[in-house]
């Protein structure tokens, strides 16, 4: 199929180059409209510049440390409040004072979260490949991925001595004393 390049198509030009040029613009659609794009779109960001900028790890630590520091500094202002309250009042409370001290030291930051274990079931890998395993060979223990992972284990060439080694490797080696 051919097209042509001219606008007349029963002239054909005897020289070796055709009569009419056209260039990558001309069949560019870059310009053309398109209608699935919103063409009152523009891109916000919180400083008013282009797109979203990535935080470095400095910067992330410097906030986290300022706005731990910053909470320590309100829970300080909080308890010397309702110190200077109870003073007034007339009341000595040394026992809210302990409390109001060990509550201090519970803020929570990246460096201080001490989160308990996971009720979720333990993810179990594969011994040879890594990827999670869906079955343990009975006689080995190994776990293992596939059937084709199955049968290399079942090798002849796969020595109780690899085995040892790949169940070491996991932390259920055998210890002989």
Do not use: W
């Amino acid at each position: 199929m051919s097209y042509p390049l001219t606008a007349s198509t029963s002239q054909q030009s005897s020289s070796s180059s055709p009569a009419g040029q056209y260039t990558a613009t001309q069949f560019s659609f870059a310009s053309t409209p398109k209608p699935f794009k919103n063409p009152h779109y523009t891109r916000h960001s919180a400083s008013g510049g282009p797109g979203k900028r990535n935080k470095t790890l400095k910067q992330i630590l410097t906030l986290e440390r300022e706005r731990v520091d910053e909470e320590v500094r309100k829970r300080r202002e909080k308890r010397e409040e309702r110190r200077r309250l109870r003073q007034e009042r007339g009341e000595t409370a040394e026992d809210v004072d302990a409390e109001d001290e060990e509550r201090e030291d519970e803020v929570v930051s990246f460096v201080s979260i001490e989160a308990p274990p996971s009720l979720m079931p333990q993810k179990r890998y594969c011994d040879i490949t890594g990827l999670e395993a869906k079955y343990v060979d009975p006689r080995t223990l190994l776990r293992y991925h596939s059937p084709s992972i199955f049968e290399l284990i079942r090798s002849p060439s796969f020595q109780p001595a690899v085995v040892q080694a790949y169940l070491a490797l996991r932390g259920m080696g055998v210890v002989l004393r």
